[in-house]
C-alpha cells in the first residue's frame, strides 16, 4: 500500500495491512474501532475495501486530532501549509535543533516529516520541499469521506465503551510490551495487564490485536487464538514475527 499518511509515522502498519484485512472476519460489523490508531494504516486499508463503515479513531497523541482537523477544512491547511514552508526556509542546523525542541504541532510535524533513528539529527542529506499538498494525501480523502468520531482519550477508556457491543470490530496496535508507559494518560494505566485481567473471550465485539511475538504475550494469551506472521521493517532492515490475537 503506497504511504497514505502525511510524515513518516513510527510503527505504522502500512505493509501489514492487507495481510491484517485478510484475517478480519467482518461479518454483521459496522464500525471499526482503533483505540491507538496512529498513522490510522488499518482503518485507511479498510475503507478501501469495504465502503460505508464507521470509524471511531483514538490516540493520546494530541496532535494527531490537530491534524485531523486541519485536514478537514481546506483553509486551514492552506495556512498551516503557509506555516511550514516559512519554517522551511533557510532552515539551519541550529533553527532545526530550536525547532524539534518545541511542544506545539509545526514542531512535531517536522520532526516525524524527516524521521531519523537519532532523535535531533539535522538531516543534511535532505532537501526541504517547497511546497506540500496536504489535501493529496489518501489520509485526507479518507478523513473527509467517511464516518469518523476522532478521539483523544486512553485507549481502556475505548475498549469499556464499545467492547460488548456486536457490531464493533476492535482492532488493538498498542506499543510494544518493553517500551515506557508515556503512550497512555494515566501512568498506572497499562493495556496489556487490563487485557490479562479482562478475558477478551467474553466480549461481545470481535477484538483483533496485533502483537509482536514474544514469550511473555504467547504466555499472557495462551488461551486465545493466535496467528502468526513475519514483519520487516523499513528503517533497520530487521525482520521479526507479530502475531494477531483475537477473540473470534
Not at 472476519?25 to 475495501?49: M, R, V
Not at 514542531?107 to 516525524?112: A, R, T, V
Not at 504475550?217 to 502475531?243: A, D, V, W
Request: proline share 4%; aromatic share 16%; with cysteine.
Amino acid at each position: 500500500m503506497k504511504n497514505h499518511f502525511y510524515i513518516s509515522y513510527c510503527g505504522n502498519k502500512r505493509n501489514e495491512s492487507e495481510k491484517l484485512f485478510n484475517e478480519i472476519k467482518f461479518d454483521g460489523i459496522d464500525t471499526i474501532i482503533e483505540p491507538f490508531c496512529g498513522s490510522c494504516a488499518i482503518s485507511y486499508y479498510i475503507s478501501l475495501k469495504i465502503p460505508n463503515l464507521k470509524y471511531i479513531l483514538n490516540d493520546n497523541n494530541k496532535y494527531l486530532k490537530e491534524m485531523y482537523e486541519i485536514l478537514l477544512d481546506d483553509y486551514k491547511i492552506i495556512e498551516f501549509e503557509k506555516q511550514i514552508k516559512l519554517l522551511y526556509n533557510n532552515i539551519t542546523k541550529e533553527k532545526y535543533k530550536e525547532i524539534v525542541k518545541q511542544d506545539n504541532l509545526f514542531s512535531w510535524f517536522i520532526k516525524n516529516k524527516y524521521y531519523n533513528i537519532r532523535p535531533g539529527f539535522f538531516p543534511q542529506d535532505k532537501k526541504y520541499p517547497n511546497e506540500i499538498d496536504l489535501k493529496s494525501t489518501g489520509i485526507c480523502s479518507f478523513f473527509r469521506n467517511n464516518n469518523i468520531k476522532f478521539f483523544c482519550k486512553d485507549a481502556i477508556e475505548i475498549m469499556e465503551e464499545f467492547k460488548n457491543k456486536p457490531n464493533c470490530l476492535i482492532c488493538l496496535d498498542p506499543p510494544y510490551l518493553q517500551l515506557c508507559n508515556d503512550f497512555y494518560n494515566n501512568p498506572n494505566v497499562n493495556i496489556y495487564e487490563y487485557l490479562y485481567n479482562n478475558d477478551i473471550k467474553m466480549n461481545k465485539s470481535k477484538i483483533y490485536l496485533i502483537l509482536e511475538k514474544m514469550w511473555i504475550i504467547c504466555l499472557l494469551f495462551k488461551n486465545l487464538n493466535m496467528i502468526e506472521y513475519e514483519k520487516k521493517y523499513e528503517t533497520s532492515k530487521k525482520k521479526t514475527k507479530h502475531i494477531i490475537i483475537t477473540n473470534i
